[in-house]
T-cell receptor, first 114, second 108 residues
Framework: GAGVSQSPSNKVTEKGKDVELRCDPI?????LYWYRQSLGQGLEFLIY????????KSGLPSDRFSAERTGGSVSTLTIQRTQQEDSAVYLC????????????FGSGTRLTVV | GQNIDQPTEMTATEGAIVQINCTYQ??????LFWYQQHAGEAPTFLSY????GLEEKGRFSSFLSRSKGYSYLLLKELQMKDSASYLC?????????FGKGTRLSVIA
């Protein structure tokens, strides 16, 4: 597609429920990143996929968070047993060359846990 | 380790010039990015510096000093639409590390 697409744009869920957030990167981009942005905070790195390599999961805050990338394209971020502190905007980005061209971000999913 | 600092908020007048500073400590540093983020929208790429000096792109310029771990974004001829958050991000041994952003308010 023309840009990075994320769905849903907004998600309200009850505490304890599982949620899945989807990211469709720019076609041909080999690298895909998940970040989250809480109110007043910077972008916090969560996980990174590069081609067929094992993902870099070093930013995942707990084992309730997981992500997969199928066929080197679409990625799903899953949060199990959601907590109120998980409320944030979850941003996905993709790139062909992370050093030179920077990342292209999607519009994000605003997750609210009530 | 990775650390990025930038001011939280700035206010400037329409038509004026504003400079947003950023200091960083990054392992394996290989470049400094600036992004613009309007409220409720995705961050969009503004500039990338890897060598020392000033890169000019229209009304926006970005400067880097690798020896000082310092960068700034210079916005000239400010317009109301420039009101946004400006994010400094460093590239190194890890995925991009972002600062908390500087919220710029442009007033008439």
């Amino acid at each position: 597609g023309a840009g990075v697409s994320q769905s849903p744009s907004n998600k309200v869920t009850e505490k304890g429920k599982d949620v899945e957030l989807r990211c469709d990167p720019i076609s041909g981009h080999t690298a895909l990143y998940w970040y989250r942005q809480s109110l007043g905070q910077g972008l916090e790195f969560l996980i990174y996929f590069q081609g067929n390599s094992a993902p870099d999961k070093s930013g995942l805050p707990s084992d309730r968070f997981s992500a997969e990338r199928t066929g080197g394209s679409v990625s799903t971020l899953t949060i199990q047993r959601t907590q109120q502190e998980d409320s944030a905007v979850y941003l996905c980005a993709s790139t062909t060359d992370r050093v030179t061209y920077g990342y292209t971000f999607g519009s994000g999913t605003r997750l609210t846990v009530v | 380790g990775q650390n990025i600092d930038q001011p939280t908020e700035m206010t400037a007048t329409e038509g004026a010039i504003v400079q947003i500073n950023c200091t960083y400590q990054t392992s394996g540093f290989n470049g400094l990015f600036w992004y613009q983020q309007h409220a409720g929208e995705a961050p969009t790429f503004l500039s990338y510096n890897v060598l020392d000096g000033l890169e000019e792109k229209g009304r926006f310029s970005s400067f880097l000093s690798r020896s000082k771990g310092y960068s700034y974004l210079l916005l000239k001829e400010l317009q109301m639409k420039d009101s946004a958050s400006y994010l400094c991000a460093s590239s190194g041994n890890t995925p991009l590390v972002f600062g908390k952003g500087t919220r710029l308010s442009v007033i008439a």
